[in-house]
């Protein structure tokens, strides 16, 4: 499953934002903040692994979950590639609006075009 | 001082908007919108042949739209839902290349009176799932318009010239 379907997920989006919140949390930690069994919660956070969206650490007996930042920063370049070629094209309609306001100021009883 | 765009996309949601401020009457941005000689010329980048083969401006009115370049022709499509000058445009959006059809958008596009020459347009694209949303950003279908659609066409190689037939 890639990052996005994984963020698709409500319960999945709540488990990263604590985990964000809090630094980092044990599984217990993490299963105690649900009404959902373990095992489903066991669930989301293989889908959170298999996507790298969260690392984890054993220590001792416990797993303690991150947040792996990089996959975030993948959605984000994204969303910086889009809003810089939606400027490239604003761009031109501003140079259109340009002329559009020197027309309707120069020949204002012809219709533009 | 230049304007500036702002899109905004929340992780895991299935919408995503674009702001931008203009230095011009909303009334002018919409015309720009809504006139097929005026849309021909801001909409993809330069390099690109833009073609309005349609654009019925009003409830229940469809556009057309291709882009060309070499062999290629990129066509989208769609169908208004409201027209109301100079305030908004409501309809559908859709890429007719896509391997699969019945992906639409449903883009609402506002455009806010600021005074002293200015506006603001406010435009929401609601898609029919989160994998439709940043699949198209992601496979360039939007971006590609700009920047010469090397990712559109590594997404359509493979793909039979259907459309181009079709346009």
New interface residues.
């Given amino acids: 499953m890639d990052t996005f379907a994984a963020l698709a997920e409500p319960t999945r989006r709540t488990i990263l934002e604590r985990l964000a919140a809090n630094g980092n949390m044990s599984a217990t930690d993490i299963y105690r903040g649900f009404k959902s069994s373990p095992p489903a919660i066991s669930q989301h956070l293989k889908v959170l692994r298999e996507a790298k969206l969260v690392r984890v650490e054993k220590r001792a007996q416990q797993r303690i979950y991150y947040v792996n930042p990089e996959p975030m920063k993948e959605l984000e370049k994204w969303i910086k590639q889009f809003a810089a070629t939606k400027e490239q094209e604003f761009q031109s309609l501003d140079k259109l609006l340009e002329t559009m306001k020197a027309d309707a100021e120069n020949a204002p009883l012809l219709p533009f075009e | 001082m230049a304007?500036?765009?702002?899109?905004?996309?929340e992780?895991?949601k299935q919408e995503?908007f674009?702001i931008?401020e203009?230095?011009?009457p909303r009334e002018?941005?919409f015309?720009?919108h809504t006139?097929a000689?005026?849309y021909e010329?801001?909409?993809?980048?330069?390099d690109l042949a833009m073609t309005v083969e349609k654009m019925e401006a009003h409830a229940g009115g469809s556009y057309r739209f291709l882009h060309t370049r070499g062999g290629h022709v990129y066509a989208f499509h769609g169908v208004y839902h409201e027209v109301l000058a100079p305030e908004r445009i409501i309809g559908t959006f859709e890429f007719d290349g896509l391997p699969e059809a019945g992906h639409v958008i449903m883009g609402t596009t506002k455009f806010e009176d600021l005074g002293g020459g200015r506006c603001r347009l406010v435009h929401q694209s609601v898609f029919q799932?989160?994998?439709d949303r940043?699949?198209m950003?992601?496979s360039g279908m939007?971006?590609g318009?700009?920047?010469g659609y090397n990712k559109l066409d590594e997404l359509l190689s493979g793909l039979r010239e259907t459309n181009t037939a079709s346009a």
């Fill in positions: 304007n500036k765009t702002t899109v905004t996309a992780a895991g995503l674009v931008r203009f230095d011009a002018l941005v015309r720009a006139e000689a005026l010329k801001w909409v993809g980048p330069d799932s989160v994998q940043d699949g950003v992601q939007e971006r318009v700009v920047d």
